[in-house]
């Protein structure tokens, strides 16, 4: 992931979701210096405000649609340091706010990096884009470009730690593995490196262009995203930071109680001792032959456990099945621990889940406290068997209150029912599949 990469992506989504509804807040990775944003930019210029047009909010009948058309402001040009040719120049951006929109002041002077997209420049708040009073660190590098030799610079770090969190502005870095390699390829040139012991490289002197790069690392370990795409203009440069974990992986195959293969089970890696429907460390599907594989598994102690999934569709054919647990368990105390070390690769696990719990049929009838039917009352259907954390599912009666919920034995689930119409209260059942067919009555109480 690259830094620059990523507020460009972000500038780019305004453009995206100006003409759609907004989103609710602005959130902006960290900047990085001024050269990456050179480097990555269409446009790089010091200008005046001179005039705006599209700032004037149309008529919105629906509160929640939100008038989100960009702004364009023309700029008099004081200063070109890249993409601008002629002495005046328009440049889009949002409102401000959820669209990530930069609020320039007619008659105010400023620094813009600005991106281009579908045939227009736009800026954001990601972007370095700011008064000129305050560009002074920006100014410096700029006023550099005339002298600096030709060429762009990619450099960068490769780190322990998931990328799923902040963009990180300090690099904490490991000893790594001399496996270790990172491709640079662009139009015209590859080069093949290496990072140092600490993870860090740099590449001075590359052409002008788009590169593709690619981090290359030992089957022990794995990252979420091994390839980038930069596209830089010349005398700038990009940060590149990747995050890689350890790469165990366990594999396996689900059967049933007749050897033969379930397809479309859930599975999931489980800590031995923890609640294996609310928290899952992986989680996976079988394959039509009934086999399943989770990658970056960390180091530590699992349980595999099948059907346990807290989010179960209501008519997801796998629910037939009891939760179970590896070696082909349905206490989760019996269960078989097995242990995964730094990337260590573990195969061949076989669970044998019991068999079929028999199909059961749930009906039932939404009436008013008078014993009337509600007409097309709207069920809500929750699976509580295992956990308190699974989804709602909706089911609509007839004219005449009658629904019906296919389902297993074994099954818990909490029923309730609305009519659409305000002032009402509902009762809430909960019901135990028990049998091959039951009924339920549900009622309604209108409280005005």
Same mark, same amino acid.
């Given at each position: 992931?690259?830094?620059?990469?990523?507020?460009? %992506?972000?500038?780019?989504?305004?453009?995206?979701?100006?003409?759609?509804?907004?989103?609710?807040?602005?959130?902006?990775?960290?900047?990085?210096? &001024?050269?990456?944003?050179?480097?990555?930019?269409?446009?790089?210029?010091?200008?005046?405000?001179?005039?705006?047009?599209? #700032?004037?909010?149309?008529?919105?009948?629906?509160?929640?649609?939100?008038?989100?058309?960009?702004?364009?402001?023309?700029?008099?040009?004081?200063?070109?340091?890249?993409?601008?040719?002629?002495?005046?120049?328009?440049?889009?951006?949002?409102?401000?706010?959820?669209?990530?929109?930069?609020?320039?002041?007619?008659?105010?002077?400023?620094?813009?990096?600005?991106?281009?997209?579908?045939? =227009?420049?736009?800026? #954001?708040?990601?972007?370095?884009?700011?008064?000129?009073?305050?560009?002074?660190?920006?100014?410096?590098?700029?006023?550099?470009?005339?002298?600096?030799?030709?060429?762009?610079?990619?450099?960068?770090?490769?780190?322990?730690?998931?990328?799923?969190?902040?963009?990180?502005?300090?690099? =904490?870095?490991?000893?790594?593995?001399?496996?270790?390699?990172?491709?640079?390829?662009?139009?015209?040139?590859?080069?093949?490196?290496?990072?140092?012991?600490?993870?860090?490289?740099?590449?001075?002197?590359?052409?002008?262009?788009?590169?593709?790069?690619?981090?290359?690392?030992?089957?022990?370990?794995?990252?979420?995203?091994?390839?980038?795409?930069?596209?830089?203009?010349?005398?700038?440069?990009? !940060?590149?930071?990747?995050?890689?974990?350890?790469?165990?992986?366990? %594999?396996?195959?689900?059967?049933?109680?007749?050897?033969?293969?379930?397809?479309?089970?859930?599975?999931?890696?489980?800590?031995?001792?923890?609640?294996?429907?609310?928290?899952?460390?992986?989680?996976?599907?079988?394959?039509?032959?009934?086999?399943?594989?989770?990658?970056?598994?960390?180091?530590?102690?699992?349980?595999?456990?099948?059907?346990?999934? !807290?989010?179960?569709?209501?008519?997801?054919?796998?629910?037939?099945?009891?939760?179970?647990?590896?070696?082909?368990?349905?206490?989760?105390?019996?269960?078989?621990?097995?242990?995964?070390?730094?990337?260590?690769?573990?195969?061949?696990?076989?669970?044998?889940? &019991?068999?079929?719990?028999?199909?059961?049929?749930?009906?039932?009838?939404?009436?008013?406290?008078?014993?009337?039917?509600?007409?097309?009352?709207?069920?809500?259907?929750?699976?509580?068997?295992?956990?308190?954390?699974?989804?709602?599912?909706?089911?609509?009666?007839?004219?005449?209150?009658?629904?019906?919920?296919?389902?297993?034995?074994?099954?818990?689930?909490?029923?309730?029912?609305?009519?659409?119409?305000?002032?009402?209260? #509902?009762?809430?059942?909960?019901?135990?599949?028990?049998? #091959?067919?039951?009924?339920?009555?549900?009622?309604?109480?209108?409280?005005?």
């Amino acid at each position: 992931m690259t830094i620059r990469s990523v507020v460009l %992506s972000l500038s780019i989504l305004i453009v995206l979701l100006l003409a759609s509804r907004a989103v609710t807040a602005c959130t902006c990775a960290p900047g990085g210096s &001024p050269c990456e944003s050179y480097g990555s930019a269409s446009a790089v210029f010091v200008g005046t405000v001179t005039s705006v047009r599209g #700032s004037e909010r149309r008529p919105v009948k629906d509160p929640k649609d939100v008038d989100w058309v960009p702004v364009a402001y023309k700029f008099s040009v004081d200063q070109s340091y890249l993409g601008v040719s002629g002495t005046e120049i328009e440049v889009f951006t949002g409102r401000g706010g959820g669209d990530c929109g930069f609020d320039f002041q007619q008659g105010q002077r400023y620094l813009v990096y600005a991106h281009r997209y579908n045939d =227009k420049l736009i800026t #954001s708040i990601c972007t370095r884009t700011k008064p000129f009073s305050q560009a002074t660190e920006d100014l410096a590098f700029l006023g550099t470009l005339s002298s600096a030799p030709p060429g762009v610079t990619i450099y960068g770090a490769v780190m322990r730690g998931p990328d799923d969190g902040p963009i990180r502005t300090e690099i =904490k870095t490991e000893p790594l593995s001399p496996d270790i390699q990172i491709v640079i390829e662009g139009e015209t040139e590859k080069k093949e490196i290496r990072p140092d012991t600490d993870g860090r490289f740099r590449v001075n002197g590359l052409r002008p262009g788009k590169y593709k790069l690619a981090l290359r690392l030992p089957d022990t370990l794995t990252t979420a995203r091994n390839e980038v795409e930069l596209s830089l203009v010349d005398r700038g440069c990009a !940060g590149v930071a990747w995050y890689f974990v350890d790469n165990g992986r366990v %594999s396996g195959r689900v059967i049933n109680a007749d050897g033969e293969p379930v397809a479309r089970i859930a599975v999931s890696l489980v800590n031995p001792g923890t609640n294996a429907t609310e928290y899952s460390v992986k989680f996976d599907r079988t394959n039509d032959e009934g086999y399943f594989s989770f990658s970056a598994v960390p180091p530590g102690n699992y349980n595999i456990a099948v059907n346990r999934n !807290g989010f179960p569709e209501l008519n997801d054919p796998t629910l037939a099945y009891p939760p179970s647990f590896y070696p082909g368990v349905v206490d989760q105390r019996h269960a078989q621990t097995i242990t995964v070390g730094a990337g260590e690769k573990l195969s061949d696990f076989e669970v044998r889940i &019991p068999s079929k719990r028999p199909a059961a049929v749930l009906t039932g009838s939404v009436v008013w406290a008078d014993g009337s039917p509600v007409e097309n009352a709207q069920v809500s259907v929750k699976d509580t068997t295992y956990t308190h954390n699974s989804m709602n599912y909706g089911v609509t009666a007839d004219g005449q209150g009658q629904f019906k919920i296919d389902g297993y034995v074994g099954q818990k689930l909490r029923i309730e029912a609305r009519s659409n119409r305000p002032m009402e209260r #509902s009762e809430v059942l909960t019901v135990g599949l028990e049998r #091959s067919t039951q009924t339920v009555r549900i009622v309604i109480t209108r409280l005005r």
